[in-house]
């Protein structure tokens, strides 16, 4: 389970990086349509990387408990922990906005966001992704 866990988290991951960077190569932004359809699509699977994400890095901030006073070993998993709390936080809010229709969403503070939710989510969900695939072996 670890290592398909980690192989979602590593596609979803990389589909969110690529199209973060290439939606302004095909999808001209209008009034209408402010992002692109596949959003709706990409939006799903990053629900389920941050739920994903929460708790394999809760399972692994449990485990990896340090057996000296050195705390050499707490970074990675409460690093990815309180990362993934934040990224869905973040998406979370922007999400129901996004469906409420209650928010300005031609805003340069709400592109700005959706922005640090995808490059952050696409880089914790590889990094932890590889990380979930190599514990497994």
Known sequence: MKKLSGVLLILVGLVTGIHTVIEPLYHYS???????PYWGIIN????VAIVLGIIYSYRNLKEDKPQTNSCRECPSPSFYFYGFVVIGLLFFHNYFDTITDSY???SGAFILL???IDVFLAVFSVSLGKSLIQSSD
């Open 30 to 36: 209008t009034e209408t349509q402010p992002s692109s």
């Open 44 to 47: 799903i699977a990053m629900i």
């Open 104 to 106: 300005e969403k031609d």
């Open 114 to 116: 959706w922005l640090i």
